[in-house]
T-cell receptor, first 117, second 112 residues
């Protein structure tokens, strides 16, 4: 199946610093990518939809200035957690559909665990 | 009412048992259905992708879609301890701008 790669898989940072997480579709182009947050033993929470060539669409309650999303190319989206604080510690996952308009399979990255000290 | 409902479990079965995982949905326009397996601290892995009603088999896994009842199932035969994970259902429909709808996930433990 198609592959979505996420990097880094684990990051520890100090409070107040910014952290960038990359999501790449390795063998297909993705005009749309999704970013999720997941707390232990809880379900995925959609944070935002990343659109190549345009601004991301954020879900209600997600601070767009806090979680900066850039979809630089058809194979790369980045999530930057700015001025991170301990409450931002979480598991962040991206996904990308292989098709458009809901017709394709949706593949997930391996996830990135962020710990803010 | 949520668009997709899934019993969170937890579900515990003995090794070798047949496992049945289910989701119901409210929107009859859903056409594409997916099942994912998620191990702890990993991203979800796509197990099955089906379109419309019917059955699809892949090894020990069978995905079943009943659009008339708005009900999908994932069956795992000869369950193994390595099947212990959270299983998520997901679905979508055409012309939605790539919106996917997820169940909350069912936690499964297969006991050796």
């Amino acid at each position: 199946g198609a592959v979505v790669s996420q990097h880094p898989s684990w990051v520890i940072c100090k409070s107040g610093t910014s952290v960038k997480i990359e999501c790449r579709s390795l063998d297909f182009q993705a005009t749309t990518m999704f970013w999720y947050r997941q707390f232990p033993k809880q379900s995925l929470m959609l944070m935002a939809t990343s659109n190549e060539g345009s601004k991301a669409t954020y879900e209600q309650g997600v601070e767009k200035d806090k979680f900066l999303i850039n979809h630089a190319s058809l194979t790369l989206s980045t999530l930057t957690v700015t001025s991170a604080h301990p409450e931002d510690s979480s598991f962040y996952i991206c996904s990308a559909p292989t098709g458009t308009s809901g017709t394709g399979e949706l593949f997930f990255g391996e996830g990135s665990r962020l710990t803010v000290l | 009412q949520k668009e997709v409902e899934q019993d969170p479990g937890p579900l515990s079965v003995p090794e070798g048992a047949i496992v049945s995982l289910n989701c119901t949905y409210s929107n009859s326009a859903f056409q594409y259905f997916m099942w994912y397996r998620q191990y702890s601290r990993k991203g979800p892995e796509l197990l099955m992708y089906t379109y419309s009603s019917g059955n699809k088999e892949d090894g020990r896994f069978t995905a079943q879609v009943d659009k008339s009842s708005k009900y999908i199932s994932l069956f795992i035969r000869d369950s193994q301890p390595s099947d212990s994970a959270t299983y998520l259902c997901a679905m979508t429909r055409m012309n939605t701008g790539n919106q996917f709808y997820f169940g909350t996930g069912t936690s499964l433990t297969v006991i050796p």
